[in-house]
């Protein structure tokens, strides 16, 4: 690594952004922030500061400013706060398994960063410092319930809300960590959730498969709502897997049409222990 060697027009442009308190940017930002300057002129400045540690490239076109005094080999911005700047204009927000770890719900520590996605983003997958992003498909119907939420004393990130988070949970379990990660969640949320936006969201995102297994996880963790009624109401006959990410084996469970391929006492050890 060069040494950390500041231009006039390096200053300029960190300066002007460090004025906006953004920590990231892309090209088009970049030429607002150096007016006077050409194109080429700017991405070859933008090169340099990058070899010189002074800027990080997220991916093509999109930058993070490392501060001063970090090591540029080694520096990782948090996550959460440079989520936005992979999706530029897709409508998105943090979701799953990195949901559950911003409302302080996991117990496995988080390998990935997980981004909900309005239109597909390819690849689905990128790595930056070996740490993956991924980016999961969600229709327009599904995309509601997303909030900012803190993640430290100065930034909000835009992440579901805690009910939205369980019904995505619950409709892809793979994506959270599986059943007993999303039960443990549920538990330990217990007098937080608002259960009747929990209904409401059930009914909107429409999914049998996440009206059956959250009626089914809810009675399971005897929890004390109203809206397990209505729950079985709204299912259907036909059987969903209660864990996705299990063979499907195991007794199938006619009051909500699940397939139990997990065993309960495995899901109230992992809780009660």
């Known amino acids: 690594m060069e040494n950390k060697y500041i231009s006039t027009q390096s200053n300029k442009l960190l300066s002007w952004f460090n004025g906006q308190n953004r920590i990231c940017f892309d090209y088009s930002s970049a030429y607002k922030a150096l007016p006077n300057s050409n194109a080429s002129t700017v991405r070859e400045l933008l090169s340099d500061m990058t070899k010189r540690g002074l800027l990080m490239r997220l991916k093509e076109g999109v930058f993070c400013i490392i501060p001063y005094e970090a090591n540029a080999e080694t520096f990782m911005p948090d996550w959460h706060l440079i989520a936005e700047h992979l999706v530029q204009d897709t409508k998105y927000y943090i979701g799953y398994y990195s949901a559950l770890q911003i409302h302080d719900l996991i117990t496995q520590p988080s390998l990935k960063e997980q981004i909900v996605v309005s239109k597909q983003i390819r690849p689905a997958e990128i790595s930056i410092k070996s740490v993956p992003f991924q980016f999961i498909y969600h229709n327009e119907k599904h995309f509601f319930g997303a909030k900012k939420i803190w993640v430290d004393s100065f930034n909000k990130v835009l992440c579901s809300d805690l009910e939205k988070t369980f019904i995505d949970c619950l409709f892809k379990p793979e994506y959270a960590g599986g059943i007993v990660e999303i039960a443990k969640a549920i538990y330990s949320s217990k007098e937080k959730i608002k259960y009747s936006t929990l209904l409401e969201y059930a009914k909107k995102f429409d999914s049998q498969a996440v009206i059956k297994r959250l009626g089914f996880l809810l009675e399971m ?53």
């Open 221 to 273: 963790l005897e929890i004390d709502t109203d809206i397990i009624d209505d729950l079985q109401k709204l299912k259907t006959a036909s059987y969903v897997v209660l864990d996705t990410e299990l063979p499907k084996v195991g007794k199938r469970i006619s009051r909500w049409s699940i397939h139990q391929n997990l065993e309960i006492e495995t899901i109230k050890s992992a809780i009660y222990t």
